[in-house]
Structure formats: structure tokens, C-alpha cells
């Protein structure tokens, strides 16, 4: 905890530091977000399909129809786009970033851009955090909309349930909370499946077997943090909290 807390402490420190960090940042955004929105988009598409058939089949024949539509959009906004999607991230990004860093720090080269007058937290961690930090949300929220549109289609052709009677129950208890937690929990999955990363990585140590440890250590890490901050979210969050 004392690494890890001195870490992120230097993490925050190289932040003005924009003259290093501010000319990779763009591809760092284009590598861990852009290049995942396939990802988030294949997971979302299934879960959608899956999730208006289960709709169906445990509420089928207790609820009115139009409960289809609420509970595909309150599980794939609130809960599922977010967690499915940072978890599968957790697996291509923290482990793309600690493989990277490792190999970085085993090869000696962040002792050579120290020699270089170069702060490795300002030239490698801080791009790689604000990336993981500012695209996550936007791979959850396209992962969002193919969710809610392929339960439509799934509600449409496999459970017979009307195009107005799902978006009457999207829109019945739809509220902008809904997308706002969803975003706000896949940022902070972000934030710590890129710090986990590059603590991972730039603490390897021992040649390809460190490297592959340091990959391993970030994604099984990386994927319990994103669980503990999904429920620290939804402590937060909606304890005592209504649907309107």
C-alpha cells in the first residue's frame, strides 16, 4: 500500500509537466480507446441479446411487456456496459501497459530516459492514465447503445415484444442518472486499470518471466479493483436512492 500510495503520489505530481506528457497523450487515447471500441461493441451486442431474453423469461408472465425494455436499459446502463466492458479492457490495456513498461524496465531503457533528463512518470504513466481515465467512458457509452439496441432487436424477433412496448419501458424510468453513473464508474475503472498497469510494469524485475508476471499481476489486480470500485459506487451512490 506504501508503494502504491507513493506511486500514485508521483503520478499526480508529473501532472504539469505537459511539455513531456502532452504529445503522446493523443496516442495513448487512440491505442487504449479507440483501437477497444470493437471490443466493448462485440461484448455489448451479446449482452443485450442475453439480457432481453432473461427479461423475458423470469418477469414474462408477471409483468406487462414494456418491462422488457426497462430492464435491458437499467442493466446494460448502470451495470453491465461498465463492468463486461472494463473488465475485458482490464484484460487488453492493463496488460498491453504492463507488458510494454516491463519490457521497458528490464531493457534499462526508463534508466535511459532518466540519463536523459526525462521524468518516466511524466513521459510514460501520466498520457497512459489520462488516456485510460478519458476514453473508458467512451467505450462504455457506445457499448451502452449497441446493448439497449440489440435488446430492442433481440425484444423485437425473439421474445415478441412490440418496438412501442420496449421504448415505453426504456423511457418510462430512463433518467440522465442511469448514463451518469455508468460513466462516471467506467472512468474510475480507467483511472485504475492504467495506474495498475504501469505499477505492474515498472516494477518488473527478471528478464520475459517478470514481464509476463508483471501482465499477469495487473490484469487479475486491475479486474478485482474494477469489482471493488463498482461496489463502492453503488454504496455511494444508491443507498437510499428511488427510481423516479
Not at 443485450?48 to 423470469?58: C, K, N, R, T
Not at 414474462?60 to 461498465?82: C, H, N, Q
Not at 508483471?214 to 443507498?239: K, N, P, Q
Given at each position: 500500500?506504501?508503494?502504491?500510495?507513493?506511486?500514485?503520489?508521483?503520478?499526480?505530481?508529473?501532472?504539469?509537466?505537459?511539455?513531456?506528457?502532452?504529445?503522446?497523450?493523443?496516442?495513448?487515447?487512440?491505442?487504449?480507446?479507440?483501437?477497444?471500441?470493437?471490443?466493448?461493441?462485440?461484448?455489448?451486442?451479446?449482452?443485450?441479446?442475453?439480457?432481453?431474453?432473461?427479461?423475458?423469461?423470469?418477469?414474462?408472465?408477471?409483468?406487462?411487456?414494456?418491462?422488457?425494455?426497462t430492464l435491458v436499459e437499467k442493466s446494460i446502463t448502470m451495470e453491465l456496459a461498465?463492468?463486461?466492458?472494463?473488465?475485458?479492457?482490464?484484460?487488453?490495456?492493463?496488460?498491453?501497459?504492463?507488458?510494454?513498461?516491463?519490457?521497458?524496465?528490464?531493457?534499462?531503457?526508463?534508466d535511459a530516459l532518466e540519463t536523459l533528463a526525462y521524468d518516466p512518470y511524466a513521459?510514460?504513466?501520466?498520457?497512459?492514465?489520462?488516456?485510460?481515465?478519458?476514453?473508458?467512458?467512451?467505450?462504455?457509452?457506445?457499448?451502452?447503445?449497441?446493448?439497449?439496441?440489440?435488446?430492442?432487436?433481440?425484444?423485437?424477433?425473439?421474445?415478441?415484444?412490440?418496438?412501442?412496448?420496449?421504448?415505453?419501458?426504456?423511457?418510462?424510468?430512463?433518467?440522465?442518472?442511469?448514463?451518469?453513473?455508468?460513466?462516471?464508474?467506467?472512468?474510475?475503472?480507467?483511472?485504475?486499470?492504467?495506474?495498475?498497469?504501469?505499477?505492474?510494469?515498472?516494477?518488473?524485475?527478471?528478464?520475459?518471466?517478470?514481464?509476463?508476471?508483471?501482465?499477469?499481476?495487473?490484469?487479475?489486480?486491475?479486474?478485482?479493483?474494477?469489482?471493488?470500485?463498482?461496489?463502492?459506487?453503488?454504496?455511494?451512490?444508491?443507498?437510499?436512492?428511488?427510481?423516479?
Amino acid at each position: 500500500m506504501g508503494r502504491a500510495s507513493r506511486f500514485v503520489a508521483e503520478t499526480a505530481r508529473a501532472v504539469p509537466d505537459i511539455a513531456t506528457w502532452g504529445p503522446h497523450a493523443t496516442l495513448h487515447m487512440r491505442v487504449l480507446g479507440v483501437d477497444s471500441l470493437p471490443i466493448g461493441a462485440f461484448i455489448a451486442l451479446f449482452t443485450g441479446i442475453v439480457l432481453a431474453m432473461l427479461a423475458d423469461y423470469s418477469v414474462g408472465d408477471l409483468v406487462p411487456p414494456y418491462f422488457v425494455g426497462t430492464l435491458v436499459e437499467k442493466s446494460i446502463t448502470m451495470e453491465l456496459a461498465p463492468v463486461l466492458t472494463g473488465l475485458a479492457l482490464a484484460g487488453r490495456v492493463g496488460a498491453n501497459i504492463a507488458a510494454e513498461l516491463g519490457t521497458m524496465k528490464v531493457t534499462e531503457q526508463i534508466d535511459a530516459l532518466e540519463t536523459l533528463a526525462y521524468d518516466p512518470y511524466a513521459y510514460l504513466v501520466v498520457p497512459r492514465v489520462l488516456a485510460g481515465t478519458l476514453m473508458f467512458p467512451v467505450v462504455v457509452a457506445t457499448a451502452m447503445l449497441v446493448g439497449v439496441v440489440s435488446g430492442w432487436l433481440a425484444a423485437l424477433v425473439l421474445v415478441d415484444v412490440s418496438t412501442p412496448q420496449f421504448l415505453k419501458g426504456v423511457r418510462l424510468f430512463f433518467t440522465e442518472f442511469d448514463v451518469r453513473y455508468g460513466l462516471v464508474k467506467s472512468a474510475s475503472f480507467g483511472t485504475a486499470v492504467a495506474l495498475i498497469g504501469c505499477h505492474a510494469g515498472l516494477n518488473a524485475r527478471g528478464g520475459a518471466q517478470g514481464v509476463g508476471g508483471a501482465a499477469t499481476r495487473a490484469v487479475v489486480i486491475s479486474a478485482v479493483m474494477i469489482l471493488v470500485l463498482d461496489a463502492f459506487w453503488a454504496i455511494v451512490w444508491l443507498t437510499g436512492r428511488t427510481i423516479r
